[in-house]
């Protein structure tokens, strides 16, 4: 009875100690064995992500203002827009008024008259002189000669001045090499001009045989005197009424965003620069961005986008690259209906930046995988691919193995490299050193 009691207990401590055995058999493989975590790469495009900060700038834009003559100036009454804001055609953007229009209509009116009165009164004083076919033709021709000189003159020395701007110098034919659009177009109007002199001259001289008695010749200079004098005022009171209803209300030529003021109320302008510039029919504003610090590439077509991970994201594209005056670079982005709303309006827009991320994206899709699973430096970098082996009575182990791998790029915590890597499962983030063949054990939480 006792040796059986005996053998019972035998047996009892016997699995005991066997368990205990197997228990801290455990415990110690798993103390000693490095802990690394798991990841899989991933097969697509690395993406470069850069934050920039925009304001909306206007590329394409129309001028809007009226002609006013060398001796006019207007004076604004009120602007009723405001850069950023949107126009429609028809929409009245700046009132004014002619400076000293009371005065200069009073001025004109009385030359009017003035010219009237003297006609009257030389027609009074010259009833009884006849003015015959030939003494006509002979005046006609001497005053077209008279007009065509000073005309011929006052172009000749606009294209003289302009071709001392350009550097260049006149030739009989054709243009100076170099000459720009507007040079080319005073140079046609004097040419024009001066025919139009050549001809005259030869009515001149084909009428100049004939002599045109005193008399006659003075009546007819007077009479044609007091006439222009008389055109001229009533020409200038038809401008001035016309031109002062036209400024009363200067519209909008058809739809846009009214990119820069320059006048302001009560201001006296005169015409020698745009009341204000609205976009160009069709075209819209665009997000301009400094790119001076920037040194990667950029180019167009590149993809732009407000909030690019939420759920709102607005994805739009880079239309141009370029250096502005200062010789800074910029990029120019495409702004939409979307954008302008999202951030309120273009005015609000204009009052502070606009953060939009530029994402450069990778031609090729590459292995992209934890920046953090990859090791070495220089062109000597690798990553430990993991190995599952089965043992005999049933138990696993898991074993690392280096494989070299060309990196491509790195950005974000993401590094892409060359070989597809996408079969492998790949280890990292380990407790402790360790190295090619080492067998290891995955982290639980």
Not at 134 to 161: G, K, T, W
């Amino acid at each position: 009875m006792n040796l059986k009691k005996f053998a019972v207990r035998g047996i009892i401590i016997l699995a005991i100690c066997v368990a205990l055995c197997m228990f801290f058999s455990g415990t110690v493989r798993t103390i000693t064995t490095p802990k690394v975590r798991l990841t899989s790469a991933k097969r697509g495009k690395l993406e470069e992500r850069v934050e920039l900060a925009c304001k909306p700038a206007f590329p394409l834009v129309e001028e809007v203002g009226v002609a006013m003559p060398d001796d006019m100036t207007l004076t604004i009454t009120r602007v009723n827009t405001r850069e950023g804001y949107t126009v429609k055609a028809g929409d009245v953007v700046v009132e004014g008024r002619i400076s000293n229009y009371e005065q200069q209509r009073k001025a004109a009116q009385e030359a009017y008259d003035n010219a009237s009165e003297a006609l009257m009164t030389l027609e009074n004083k010259n009833r009884g002189i006849r003015i015959s076919k030939r003494d006509q033709a002979y005046a006609d021709a001497f005053f077209a000669l008279r007009d065509a000189r000073r005309s011929a003159v006052a172009l000749e020395l606009n294209m003289e001045a302009e071709l001392g701007r350009e550097g260049l110098e006149r030739v009989d034919e054709g243009y100076p090499e170099g000459a720009s659009d507007a040079l080319k177009e005073l140079i046609d109007a004097w040419r024009e001009a001066a025919e139009a002199q050549r001809k005259a001259q030869e009515a001149m001289d084909a009428a100049g045989r004939y002599t045109v008695p005193d008399d006659v010749w003075s009546y007819i200079t007077e009479q044609r005197e007091q006439q222009e004098k008389k055109a001229e005022a009533e020409a200038q009171l038809r401008q001035l009424v016309t031109l002062n209803d036209q400024v009363k209300a200067i519209t909008a030529p058809h739809d846009g965003y009214v990119a820069q003021i320059n006048v302001k109320e009560s201001e006296v302008w005169d015409g020698t620069h745009a009341l204000l510039t609205i976009t160009q029919e069709g075209e819209m504003p665009v997000l301009r961005a400094d790119t001076s610090e920037l040194t990667r590439t950029i180019s167009e077509g590149m993809t732009a986008a407000m909030n690019p991970d939420s759920y709102d994201a607005i994805e739009t594209k880079v239309v141009a690259v370029g250096t502005d005056s200062d010789g800074r670079k910029y990029a120019d982005i495409e702004l939409n209906d979307r954008l302008i709303k999202a951030r309120g309006s273009l005015f609000s827009m204009m009052q502070e930046d606009t953060p939009m991320t530029l994402i450069f994206r990778a031609r090729e899709a590459t292995g992209l995988i934890p920046t953090s699973a990859v090791r070495g430096s220089g062109d000597e970098r690798y990553i430990f691919v993991t190995e599952q082996n089965t043992a005999a009575f049933g138990g696993s182990t898991l074993k690392i193995h280096r494989m070299d791998v060309t990196v491509v790029g790195e950005y974000g915590g993401t590094t892409s490299v060359k070989e597809d890597v996408s079969y492998y499962t790949i280890a990292y983030g380990e407790d402790r050193a360790i190295s090619d063949g080492d067998a290891v054990m995955e982290y639980l939480n």
